[in-house]
């Protein structure tokens, strides 16, 4: 069974763009959540979508956005980039039921300049 | 106080040696828990998930979990050197996983 996809791999933006990065799940996984990895501050949650909704959302500003489409793909959108948002972003599907395993994607890493 | 702690390291072990890490966690109702190792430049890759208190073992990985007193621990026995790498605990809560900083363990040879 083929992993996680996430698209594009590495990116380089400037200060004020925005950028989208996308995400496939795993066939048969419902759920995908969206983390951003940084050297200073780990791991960190940013949303999770189930059948196009989000149930949940981490503590990011409203320029973090995201959705998810009905074969359960999702994008994440982050407007006017700033040199903070620099990071790795990482996908996770799981099946969906509260407390399953989540499997993540290789990641997009993100530069701003 | 961190939703998720794991004891700092980095945690330097002799090949063959077990390896032992620990996770504490800030929210009385969690219920399930789970160990990821992260190979550097690499994404999270799960290892190991545990629900119930106990000991969860899977060839080399030994998962325990201790409710009362909201503990988690990794043991990795025999440690090889391709076990060098750092080691998340994390713990799900309203569809949302919350990490540990995270433990770099060195295997040596």
């Known amino acids: 069974k083929a992993g996680v996809t996430q698209t594009p791999r590495y990116l380089i933006k400037t200060r004020g763009q925005q950028v989208t990065l996308s995400c496939s799940p795993i066939?048969?996984?419902?759920?995908v959540s969206w983390y951003q990895q940084t050297p200073g501050q780990g791991l960190q949650f940013l949303f999770e979508?189930?059948?196009?909704?989000?149930?949940n959302k981490g503590n990011f500003p409203g320029r973090f956005s995201g959705r998810q489409f009905s074969n359960s793909r999702s994008e994440m959108n982050v407007s006017t980039l700033e040199l903070g948002d620099s990071a790795l972003y990482l996908c996770?599907?799981?099946?969906?039921?509260?407390?399953?395993?989540?499997?993540f994607g290789p990641g997009t890493r993100l530069t701003v300049l | 106080q961190k939703e998720v702690e794991q004891n700092s390291g980095p945690l330097s072990v002799p090949e063959g040696a077990i390896a032992s890490l620990n996770c504490t966690y800030s929210?009385?109702?969690?219920?399930?828990f789970f160990w990821y190792r992260q190979y550097s430049g690499k994404s999270p890759e799960l290892i190991m998930f545990?629900?119930?208190?106990g000991d969860k073992e899977d060839g080399r990985f030994t998962a325990q979990l201790n409710k009362a007193s909201q503990y988690v621990s990794l043991l990795i026995r025999d440690s090889q050197p391709s076990d060098s790498a750092t080691y998340l605990c994390a713990v799900n809560n309203d569809y949302k996983l919350s990490f540990g900083a995270g433990t770099t363990v060195t295997v040596r040879a």
């Open positions: 066939s048969g996984h419902r759920s």
């Open positions: 979508y189930f059948s196009e909704t989000q149930r």
């Open positions: 996770a599907s799981s099946v969906g039921t509260s407390g399953n395993e989540q499997f």
């Open positions: 929210d009385r109702g969690s219920q399930s």
């Open positions: 545990i629900y119930s208190n």
